[in-house]
């Protein structure tokens, strides 16, 4: 298995698609959203976290953000009708955070507002994966509001209705904005829901 590949940023499509030069030799690899969104400019070196899958007629090189989105990546490809394909669309349409709670909290609705979830396949991730996710720890916001205080925030935002990567979105933007203050759960969703209310 290749776990990174490091070397320069040759070039990026800006949707999931980049090249690495190693040494002169050119790696494809397909990639998040959030990888592709945290990329450098051209011509500077990068570490990626990679995953890769071969199967008897084809190959591919997966990039992801973090060790923790890889983790979450290996673990959704071994759900039934969960390709590699299928498990990246998937992380790159919620942030990781709110898919892991989505899945704790067993809210099949929630997980199917996720581009690339249907409802019965919400209902299959849910079922293999409530027991596997909970030793995956997602990366909450860069600053220093406890992770226990960063998940019950976006647990409550969507169980008042806002989708999972709407949640996450919401948490992150107070979090910054208040900078570095040790906000708790319940300050982090009241003032989560007066930006939304703007």
């Known amino acids: 298995m290749i776990k990174y590949i490091e070397g320069i940023l040759y070039e990026n499509d800006g949707k999931e698609n ?3 030069n190693v040494n002169g030799i050119f790696f494809d690899v397909r990639c998040t959203k959030n990888l592709i969104l945290s990329l450098p ?3 500077q070196s990068i570490l990626v976290p990679t995953f890769l899958f071969i199967k008897e007629d084809n190959s591919a090189l997966f990039g992801f953000k973090d060790a923790a989105e ?11 009708g969960v390709g ?16 892991h709670q989505a899945i704790l909290m067993e809210n099949a ?21 409530k027991d596997k996710v909970k030793d995956i720890v997602p990366a909450a916001a860069e600053q220093d509001v406890p992770k226990e205080e960063y998940d019950a925030a976006v647990s409550g935002l969507m169980n008042l209705g806002c989708t999972p990567n709407e949640a996450s979105e919401l948490v992150n933007f107070i979090i910054k904005r208040e900078g570095g ?8 969703i009241v003032e989560s829901l007066k930006h939304r209310g703007r």
């Not at 890889?70 to 039934?80: G, K």
């Not at 669309?89 to 709110?98: K, P, R, V, Y």
């Open 18 to 20: 980049i090249t690495v």
């Open 41 to 43: 400019p051209l011509g």
């Open 70 to 80: 890889r983790d979450f990546f290996n673990i959704l490809i071994t759900v039934q």
């Open 84 to 99: 590699p394909k299928s498990a990246l669309n998937i992380l790159s349409g919620a942030d990781l955070a709110a898919l």
């Open 109 to 129: 609705k929630l997980l199917s507002a996720i581009p690339g979830i249907g409802k019965k396949s919400a209902e299959r991730l849910i079922l293999e994966l």
């Open 181 to 188: 203050k040790k906000l708790n759960a319940e300050q982090l």
